[in-house]
Nanobody, 125 residues
Protein backbone atom coordinates (compact mmCIF):
# COMPACT_ATOMS: atom_id res chain seq x y z
CA UNK A 1 0.00 0.00 0.00
CA UNK A 2 1.42 3.34 -1.03
CA UNK A 3 1.47 6.01 1.65
CA UNK A 4 2.23 9.69 1.27
CA UNK A 5 3.05 11.89 4.24
CA UNK A 6 3.37 15.64 3.88
CA UNK A 7 5.33 17.83 6.26
CA UNK A 8 6.75 21.32 6.42
CA UNK A 9 3.59 23.38 6.60
CA UNK A 10 3.13 26.17 9.08
CA UNK A 11 2.64 29.88 9.59
CA UNK A 12 4.78 32.31 7.63
CA UNK A 13 4.66 36.01 6.88
CA UNK A 14 3.95 37.29 3.40
CA UNK A 15 7.11 37.27 1.34
CA UNK A 16 8.53 34.36 3.26
CA UNK A 17 9.35 30.82 2.21
CA UNK A 18 8.45 27.29 3.16
CA UNK A 19 9.55 23.92 1.86
CA UNK A 20 7.01 21.12 1.92
CA UNK A 21 8.09 17.51 1.82
CA UNK A 22 6.13 14.46 0.73
CA UNK A 23 7.63 11.20 1.92
CA UNK A 24 6.47 8.13 0.07
CA UNK A 25 6.47 4.49 1.11
CA UNK A 26 5.13 1.24 -0.22
CA UNK A 27 6.38 1.83 -3.74
CA UNK A 28 9.60 3.13 -5.22
CA UNK A 29 9.21 6.83 -5.89
CA UNK A 30 10.81 6.52 -9.31
CA UNK A 31 7.72 4.58 -10.44
CA UNK A 32 5.32 7.37 -9.47
CA UNK A 33 4.38 10.64 -11.10
CA UNK A 34 3.68 13.28 -8.49
CA UNK A 35 1.60 16.38 -8.04
CA UNK A 36 1.03 19.04 -5.41
CA UNK A 37 -2.48 20.38 -4.90
CA UNK A 38 -4.05 22.79 -2.47
CA UNK A 39 -7.52 23.40 -1.19
CA UNK A 40 -9.33 26.14 0.67
CA UNK A 41 -12.74 25.75 2.28
CA UNK A 42 -15.68 25.58 -0.12
CA UNK A 43 -13.44 25.40 -3.17
CA UNK A 44 -12.23 22.54 -5.28
CA UNK A 45 -8.77 21.12 -4.83
CA UNK A 46 -6.50 22.75 -7.40
CA UNK A 47 -3.32 21.51 -9.00
CA UNK A 48 -0.22 23.59 -8.36
CA UNK A 49 2.50 21.56 -10.00
CA UNK A 50 3.30 18.17 -11.47
CA UNK A 51 6.49 16.21 -12.07
CA UNK A 52 7.05 13.05 -14.06
CA UNK A 53 9.08 10.02 -13.05
CA UNK A 54 12.44 11.41 -14.07
CA UNK A 55 11.86 14.99 -13.04
CA UNK A 56 12.50 16.22 -16.57
CA UNK A 57 8.90 17.13 -17.26
CA UNK A 58 7.13 19.56 -14.98
CA UNK A 59 4.02 21.72 -15.06
CA UNK A 60 3.14 24.77 -12.97
CA UNK A 61 -0.06 26.63 -12.44
CA UNK A 62 0.29 30.21 -13.67
CA UNK A 63 -0.28 31.68 -10.22
CA UNK A 64 2.76 29.90 -8.78
CA UNK A 65 5.17 30.00 -11.71
CA UNK A 66 8.44 31.58 -10.70
CA UNK A 67 7.61 31.26 -6.99
CA UNK A 68 7.15 27.53 -6.43
CA UNK A 69 9.48 24.74 -7.46
CA UNK A 70 8.79 21.02 -7.42
CA UNK A 71 11.63 18.55 -7.15
CA UNK A 72 12.09 14.92 -6.35
CA UNK A 73 14.80 12.85 -4.71
CA UNK A 74 14.07 9.32 -5.77
CA UNK A 75 16.86 7.98 -3.57
CA UNK A 76 15.12 9.45 -0.51
CA UNK A 77 11.62 8.65 -1.78
CA UNK A 78 10.69 12.27 -1.19
CA UNK A 79 9.16 15.01 -3.29
CA UNK A 80 9.56 18.65 -2.35
CA UNK A 81 7.68 21.86 -2.96
CA UNK A 82 9.80 24.93 -2.42
CA UNK A 83 7.54 27.94 -1.98
CA UNK A 84 9.01 31.43 -2.12
CA UNK A 85 7.48 34.90 -2.07
CA UNK A 86 4.42 33.56 -0.33
CA UNK A 87 1.22 35.56 -0.41
CA UNK A 88 -1.83 35.50 1.88
CA UNK A 89 -3.80 33.93 -0.97
CA UNK A 90 -1.47 30.93 -0.81
CA UNK A 91 -3.09 30.01 2.50
CA UNK A 92 -4.56 26.53 2.10
CA UNK A 93 -4.18 22.88 2.94
CA UNK A 94 -1.51 21.43 0.67
CA UNK A 95 -1.66 17.85 -0.56
CA UNK A 96 0.74 15.67 -2.47
CA UNK A 97 -0.64 13.10 -4.86
CA UNK A 98 0.82 10.22 -6.81
CA UNK A 99 -0.01 7.90 -9.65
CA UNK A 100 1.88 4.91 -11.07
CA UNK A 101 1.07 5.92 -14.63
CA UNK A 102 1.38 9.10 -16.63
CA UNK A 103 -1.70 11.25 -16.24
CA UNK A 104 -3.49 12.75 -19.20
CA UNK A 105 -5.02 15.64 -17.28
CA UNK A 106 -2.61 16.97 -14.67
CA UNK A 107 -5.31 19.03 -12.99
CA UNK A 108 -7.84 16.27 -12.45
CA UNK A 109 -7.85 14.83 -8.95
CA UNK A 110 -9.35 11.67 -10.43
CA UNK A 111 -6.06 10.96 -12.21
CA UNK A 112 -4.14 10.40 -8.97
CA UNK A 113 -4.49 7.15 -7.12
CA UNK A 114 -2.70 8.06 -3.89
CA UNK A 115 -3.04 11.09 -1.61
CA UNK A 116 -1.42 12.41 1.50
CA UNK A 117 -3.35 13.71 4.49
CA UNK A 118 -2.48 17.34 3.82
CA UNK A 119 -0.50 20.00 5.61
CA UNK A 120 -1.74 23.48 6.49
CA UNK A 121 0.06 26.52 5.13
CA UNK A 122 -0.96 29.88 6.51
CA UNK A 123 0.50 33.12 5.15
CA UNK A 124 -0.10 36.22 7.24
CA UNK A 125 -0.20 39.69 5.76
Amino acid sequence: QVQLVESGGGLVQAGGSLRLSCATSGRTLSTLVMGWFRQVPRKERELLTYIDWSGQSTYYRDSVKGRFTISRDNAKNTVYLQMNSLKPEDTAVYYCAANPYLVSNYASTNEYRYWGQGTQVTVSS
